[in-house]
């Protein structure tokens, strides 16, 4: 019994400070995961958000003139909304942040929109509770029928 006492204690201890030593913005959303397939590596921009809090991506080339290039990393999902329609398709889903005790930040799920024949948006989701997120994160250009990763 003690035994188990004492790994709890070790893991709850090795836990908090794990926590506690990224020196991250729990704010800030995390850097987007890997980029669509349908891009090559290559093809990958990591820019600043149009405040400076934190970066996105951008995958692909966005083509002059189209919906997307009226975009910039750090909108909110409703101005999106308003400025270029309502999408082709959502999807949502949880991140591993869901899981992580006492994370606070608004990157516990992600939305991703998509455009037929211009590519996917993906967002922020909100904290644990349903508040803050819906911030651009990542523009995907691609021509795919599909984002899919």
């Known amino acids: 019994m003690r035994a188990k006492l004492s790994i ?10 794990g926590c506690a030593s990224t020196g991250a ?13 349908a891009a090559p590596a290559g093809d990958t921009r990591v820019v600043k958000s149009r405040d400076g809090r934190f970066e996105g991506e951008i995958v692909g080339t966005i083509a002059p003139g189209s919906r ?3 975009l910039s990393i750090g909108m909110e999902q409703n101005e999106v909304l308003s400025l270029i329609g309502g999408p082709d398709s959502v999807n949502t ?9 006492f994370y606070y930040g608004n990157d516990v799920r992600r939305i991703e929109v ?3 024949g211009e590519g996917c948006l993906t967002f922020t989701g909100g904290n644990p ?3 803050g997120g819906n911030e651009l994160i990542r523009i995907t250009a691609t021509t795919r029928t599909d984002c899919a990763e």
Not at 25 to 37: C, E, V
Not at 93 to 101: A, D, L, S, Y
């Open 8 to 17: 709890v204690i070790a893991a709850g201890l090795l836990g908090a400070a």
């Open 25 to 37: 913005d729990r704010n800030a959303p995390a850097a987007a995961a890997k980029p669509a397939a």
């Open 68 to 70: 997307f290039s009226k």
């Open 93 to 101: 889903h949880e991140t591993g942040k869901r899981w992580i005790p």
């Open 114 to 116: 998509f455009y037929k």
């Open 129 to 131: 509770w349903g508040g």
